[in-house]
């Protein structure tokens, strides 16, 4: 016998890489390209130092007042996170006791095999069909524990209608239903308006992506009083302070100015819809993206070698050695500037290499 037999042995998540030298043109991990609203700013350089001696405000309330306000729900509709991956293991550690497996995609965030393992939730894996959209009927009619969909899906960037959605809520009432909508101030339906009709979603968002704040960890979500209210009695059995002071601050200054956030979720959409064309031409396929980035694949060109070949010149983008995609790279959609540079060294490297 040893020590060891007595330890949760899981297959961690692998995050994208985050490398450490100057000059790198940054397109592999979703981040946003701009900086957050400037009332961030401002809400940061009015925090007192001094004050960082006392614990935060257990319930949140700042940020949670603000979120309510925005989204027109009760506060007690609200909870909120050190990022949505905290808010998502809470919710599976809350929600996803049946014993029966809980039903997500093959290809989507690999984040929630992580937790199911780690948690000892029995799960199963639902093929994408081959253009990588999620069909409502594969979750219509078996016996689960749960069910968990990206909505647009990472890393395919593929969004279902609302009403595609509302379908699998509808089928399994009996369990809980989280819709992660971490990219759906892209170009998506949020499932925010089916809250009065199905007490069973949980709808989880972030402030990672159309907020731009990654580095400040602030994720929450939406559900119907007493879902929420289990959410809250897992938090408060596991952390009674998750969120810092300067995480309330800042994010509540964030959810005030709706103008900025509309607007660099709007240059991010003109640049996905530009680089889009411009990967077409490039001989690149892919589906109509509804996120902050592009899931493409060239029609002669391995995926491998090509993101080794925009590494080399400083090009970092996302590829995934996994089954039915493997032959896919992931381009976080940045600056123009940005994405101008990306183009002119992909254009560059695939005319040497075909022609």
């Known amino acids: 016998m040893s020590w060891e037999d007595g330890v949760r042995k899981v297959v961690p998540y692998v995050p994208g890489e985050q490398p450490k030298r100057a000059g790198i043109?940054?397109?592999?991990?979703?981040?946003?390209?701009?900086?957050?609203?400037?009332?961030?700013?401002?809400?940061?350089?009015?925090?007192?130092?001094?004050?960082?001696?006392?614990?935060?405000?257990?319930?949140?309330?700042?940020?949670?007042?603000?979120?309510?306000?925005?989204?027109g729900l009760s506060e007690?509709?609200?909870?909120?996170?050190?990022?949505?991956?905290?808010?998502?293991?809470?919710?599976?550690?809350t929600f996803f006791n049946k014993e029966k497996p809980i039903l997500f995609p093959d290809?989507?965030?690999?984040?929630?095999?992580?937790?199911?393992?780690?948690?000892?939730?029995?799960?199963?894996?639902?093929?994408?069909?081959?253009?990588?959209?999620?069909?409502?009927?594969?979750?219509?009619?078996?016996?689960?524990?749960?069910?968990?969909?990206?909505?647009?899906?990472?890393?395919?960037?593929?969004?279902?209608?609302?009403?595609?959605?509302?379908?699998?809520?509808?089928?399994?009432?009996?369990?809980?239903?989280?819709?992660?909508?971490?990219?759906?101030?892209?170009?998506?339906?949020?499932?925010?308006?089916?809250?009065?009709?199905?007490?069973?979603?949980?709808?989880?968002?972030?402030?990672?992506?159309?907020?731009?704040?990654?580095?400040?960890r602030i994720g929450f979500a939406f559900g119907n009083e007493k879902l929420i209210g289990y959410l809250l009695d897992g938090r408060f059995s596991f952390n009674s302070y998750p969120m810092n002071r300067p995480a309330l601050a800042a994010g509540a200054a964030a959810v005030r100015d709706d103008a900025y956030f509309r607007e660099i979720c709007d240059k991010i959409i003109r640049t996905r819809e530009r680089v889009k064309q411009e990967l077409g031409r490039l001989g690149f396929t892919f589906a109509d993206s509804r996120t902050n980035f592009v899931f493409a694949a060239h029609e002669k060109m391995p995926a491998k070698e090509i993101f080794e070949a925009l590494k080399e010149k400083g090009v970092y983008v996302r590829y995934f050695a996994k089954p039915r995609i493997e032959n896919y790279l992931r381009i976080t959609i940045g600056t123009d500037e940005e994405m101008d540079q990306m183009l002119f060294v992909l254009r560059e490297y695939l005319e040497k290499s075909i022609y």
């Open 25 to 71: 043109i940054k397109l592999n991990t979703n981040e946003n390209p701009y900086p957050p609203a400037p009332g961030v700013k401002k809400a940061l350089e009015g925090l007192c130092y001094e004050r960082m001696r006392l614990y935060p405000d257990p319930e949140s309330g700042e940020l949670v007042e603000a979120l309510a306000a925005y989204y």
């Open 76 to 93: 007690k509709q609200v909870f909120v996170g050190v990022g949505s991956d905290d808010v998502l293991a809470l919710a599976f550690l």
């Open 107 to 216: 290809i989507t965030y690999s984040f929630y095999d992580v937790w199911a393992d780690l948690f000892r939730i029995p799960f199963q894996r639902i093929p994408l069909d081959e253009t990588f959209r999620i069909l409502p009927e594969d979750y219509i009619g078996r016996e689960c524990g749960g069910i968990v969909i990206a909505n647009p899906n990472a890393p395919t960037g593929v969004a279902l209608p609302l009403s595609e959605v509302e379908k699998i809520i509808s089928a399994n009432r009996d369990v809980v239903v989280i819709v992660d909508e971490a990219y759906v101030d892209f170009g998506a339906e949020s499932a925010l308006p089916l809250l009065e009709r199905y007490e069973n979603l949980l709808v989880v968002q972030t402030f990672s992506k159309s907020r731009a704040m990654a580095g400040m």
